[in-house]
């Protein structure tokens, strides 16, 4: 039977490709992928810990979770799409380019 520690393995496994996707990529949207993944791992933990307590707490934090990420991937998306038109590119170094 699975028990909540294989979820538990399992969403620190998800969470650290996404430390990692955050760390070593230069691309913008390789960073925003990472920061989904990141938050795919804080929700499955909190499914598994609702689930094992037995209550819909977890759950209710996990929709608004969803909701955040989901306005998050459209303002990235925005910011990526405007660093494109002005430097012609989505690398996460020439960031320090864009001044007001």
Do not use: C, P
Not at 25 to 36: F, W
Not at 45 to 54: D, E, I
Not at 85 to 100: C, F, G, P, V, Y
Request: proline share 0%.
């Amino acid at each position: 039977m699975i028990g909540i520690e294989h979820y538990l393995i399992l969403s620190g496994i998800i969470f650290t490709i996404g430390i990692a996707g955050v760390i070593t990529s230069r691309s913008v949207l390789k960073v925003l992928l990472s920061l989904e993944l990141l938050l795919a791992a804080s929700n499955l933990s909190f499914v598994a810990f609702s689930r094992y307590n037995g209550d819909y707490a977890g759950q209710a934090i996990v929709f608004f979770v969803i909701i955040v990420a989901a306005a998050e991937v459209a303002i990235g998306l925005a910011i990526i799409v405007l660093m494109y038109r002005h430097l012609n590119t989505i690398q996460a170094d020439e960031l320090k380019d864009m001044k007001w």
